[in-house]
């Protein structure tokens, strides 16, 4: 072969690689740049290989662009990157699609389009707003007296624990007197917290080993799908390495969840009557009599509904309250100043209540700058394009993955002014009253997240409960940064052992 000929076969194959690298469809937002295979992961990963949604930032600054195209391996992504067209995406119907197809979401649901997160249609519409219904009859998104009740007697429950200390060896591996392990403790107030609207029932102190495997797999789960995790979502047939890709584990932490429900939604129903009331899988199980054959509810599919609403409970919840009493130690103002709100909102005769959230704007204001400041979910749950649209003046074709970078839009200086700055002020207006939560950290629209309401009273529970009761005090040796956190589906604090000395 001639020097010649050689040199124009480079040519050519230089120019389609650089073809393939710059070519994206017409009229859609600058793209970052990308390799074969790979696609604009590698880039992502080289920027900050354990949180690369940190890296969207330098692109968006470079393309001078609030949207941006990112190839995840070969799927196709739009990540939006600014409040308005953030909070755009949530509202339109366009964008209600969910990543229904990527083999990783069909393998944690028996390999079908089952449950909530990761469905669609008339099917998802059908299945979400019974299960809503019927949950706020428990306490799930509405006041209900009794559950309220339930889950005071639960905060009692910790604060006496955390007074106290353990009272059995499985106590010992997160609570020792005048320490806990956090987030390890909050996994009982959790769990029972979701769990008592599911079933209808508590797990008492003598079970709570129960609660604390049960979210643990939920903290595995979300953490297995960190970086490598990530791989496996771009490219299915990573899924055979093993655990190289964390596949092994995503597949040994769902199981675990699923057994975990599966066995005792197979007792609740070996229980249930037709007088039996005690919690969605009843009415779950009520609605099962009436449908056809061709009914869209199944066991299977209860199964998955469970997975869906308690999975965050679990795991998201006591990683938002651990965030929280790290990020308020290492601001001590602004503990002092929570503290002192309590103190004279409620003084020490008696435990924080939800009615008490009202007028605790300070302190509610702070739960809200932990969750702008370390936002949990730094992409949120991505959002796909039921058909061909538009969005800013760029075209978005159908199936196009829409990635709305939270983290980018709480980080952004325009926005925020002092975004690096931990202010709980700046959520309170000039009376002193809360002003708008401006984060979105559970969306917006129909995809909003359904326990909002229940997740934001039992966070301001736990977290003005033990600041209520407890003066706290890092220990020397234990991971206290605040940038001791790991990365997955969500952001969440390492373990920690914190002091906790009773403040009466």
């Not at 449908?291 to 609403?309: G, K, P």
């Amino acid at each position: 072969m001639s020097p010649l000929l050689i040199a124009i076969i480079l040519v050519i194959i230089g120019y389609k690689i650089y073809e393939f690298i710059t070519s994206v469809p017409p009229n859609t937002p600058p793209c970052l740049p990308r390799l074969p295979i790979v696609g604009s992961y590698l880039h992502l990963l080289w920027g900050n290989y354990q949180f690369p949604h940190k890296t969207v930032r330098y692109y968006v600054d470079k393309l001078k662009s609030k949207l941006v195209t990112c190839y995840l391996g070969g799927i196709f992504c739009i990540v939006v990157n600014d409040y308005s067209t953030i909070k755009e995406v949530f509202l339109r119907e366009d964008f209600d699609g969910r990543p229904i197809e990527v083999d990783v979401v069909k393998a944690r649901a028996l390999g079908k389009k089952l449950g909530i997160f990761f469905t669609e249609s008339t099917f998802w519409h059908e299945q979400r707003n019974f299960a809503l219904r019927h949950m706020r009859d428990f306490g799930f998104g509405r006041r209900q007296d009794k559950y309220e009740s339930h889950m005071m007697e639960e905060i009692t429950l910790l604060i006496d624990m955390l007074k106290e200390g353990p009272i059995n060896d499985n106590e010992k591996t997160f609570l020792k007197k005048g320490y806990a392990l956090f987030p390890d403790i909050l996994f009982p107030y959790s769990g029972n917290s979701i769990w008592d609207i599911m079933f209808g029932n508590r797990f008492d102190r003598s079970e709570h080993e129960k609660l604390r495997n049960f979210c643990g797999a939920a903290m595995s789960f979300q953490r297995s799908n960190d970086t490598t995790g990530g791989a496996i979502f771009q490219r299915a047939f990573l899924k055979y390495f093993g655990n190289m890709f964390s596949y092994a584990g995503i597949i040994k932490a769902n199981n675990r969840l699923r057994d975990f429900v599966g066995e005792h939604l197979v007792k609740q129903k070996a229980t249930h009557s037709d007088d039996s009331d005690r919690g969605l899988t009843d009415r779950y199980f009520e609605e099962m009599k009436k449908q056809s054959a061709m009914t869209t509810f199944s066991d299977e599919q209860l199964l998955m509904i469970l997975l869906d609403v308690m999975f965050p409970a679990i795991s998201a919840m006591p990683s938002v309250v651990a965030h929280a009493i790290k990020l308020v130690m290492h601001h001590p103002d602004v503990l002092k100043r929570v503290q002192g709100e309590i103190d004279t909102v409620i003084g020490t005769g008696r435990h924080v209540t939800w009615d008490d959230r009202k007028n605790l704007p300070y302190t509610e204001a702070t739960i809200r700058e932990v969750m702008r400041y370390q936002t949990l979910t730094p992409f949120g749950v991505f959002h796909k394009a039921l058909k061909d649209t538009t969005l800013c003046g760029y075209t978005i074709p159908k199936n196009t993955f829409i990635i709305t970078n939270l983290a980018g839009m709480n980080e952004d200086p325009e926005f925020w002014g002092d975004p690096e700055k931990f202010r709980p002020e700046r959520f309170l207006q000039g009376n002193g009253e809360l002003g708008k939560d401006m984060t979105l950290p559970f969306g917006l629209g129909h995809r909003v997240c359904m326990g909002e309401t229940f997740a934001r009273y039992n966070i301001f529970s736990l977290f003005a409960g033990l600041m209520q009761n407890f003066n706290l005090s890092f220990v020397e040796g234990e991971p206290t940064r605040l940038e001791d956190t790991l990365p997955g589906l969500i952001v969440t604090p390492k373990e920690t052992w914190i002091r906790m000395d009773p403040r009466d």
